[in-house]
């Protein structure tokens, strides 16, 4: 798979990118991430991407041009059917597991940090296939979300987690939160770890597992829970 990252702010993925899971996931070859720099797109003197929107307004809003050429940079000779672009702005759908594991299936993915004020509207209309938010909150840019999405479709790919670190038992795999994990010692300060996870008796545990994943979902997120009033699933 392939991520292809359009940001004023390139410098902000470097360490992010080279550390942990998504360092590996490079490594082996599962991914390819490439950061790629608006300005170098831009065509005025001042190589800006920017400027005031028509109608009067607060802010600044991104050009059409180098956002174009930029995208057409990173799909070179591939059809365009064969590459997702994704917005990274408010306005977008909020982003989840589910939008995480469908874009793990998709071969090259760009991802446009959105900036100021906003985007041109003819970028949305005719090279974005899909705006995507992080949540309802509103951050500098997209860069930060883009990490987002890139880190949760990383651990995704096939191979990309070792046997000790799978995605299957994790929060929202399973459509809710995760249960309470305890590990040594036994006894700390005085806090002990329940007696059932020390039993060895394996189906209890589980049993003790499901349960306390789906007290904790009941009681922070009701939406998650299927067949209760609200869930989203
Ligand atoms: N840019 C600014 N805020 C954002 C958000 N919440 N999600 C995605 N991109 C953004």
Request: charged share 25%; aromatic share 6%; proline share 5%.
């Amino acid at each position: 798979m392939r991520f292809d990252i359009v940001t004023v702010f390139p410098e902000i993925f470097a360490g992010a990118l080279e550390a942990g899971i998504i360092r590996r996931a490079r490594q082996a070859g599962l991914v390819e991430i490439r950061t790629v720099n608006l300005r170098d797109f831009a065509t005025s003197r001042h190589r800006s991407v920017d400027d005031r929107p028509y109608g009067g307004g607060e802010g600044m809003v991104l050009t059409p041009g180098p956002l174009f050429a930029a995208v057409e940079h990173c799909r070179g000779a591939e059809p365009a059917a064969s590459s997702s672009v994704i917005l990274l702005t408010p306005q977008g759908e909020t982003w989840n597991q589910n939008l995480a594991l469908q874009a793990s299936r998709l071969g090259h993915v760009v991802l446009i940090c959105g900036r100021y004020e906003g985007v041109d509207q003819r970028v949305i209309d005719t090279l974005v296939d899909k705006e995507i938010s992080i949540g309802d909150y509103v951050l500098s840019g997209g860069e930060f979300a883009a990490l987002v999405v890139v880190d949760t479709v990383i651990r995704l790919l096939p191979g990309a987690l070792g046997n000790a670190e799978s995605s299957v038992n994790e929060s929202f795999s399973a459509g809710g939160l995760d249960y309470p994990q305890y590990t040594r010692p036994a006894e700390f300060r005085g806090m002990v770890v329940p007696d059932v996870l020390l039993s060895g008796d394996h189906a209890r545990i589980r049993e003790w597992r499901r349960a306390k994943a789906l007290e904790k979902t009941r009681s922070r997120r009701p939406d998650l829970v299927p067949g209760d009033a609200g869930c989203v699933r």
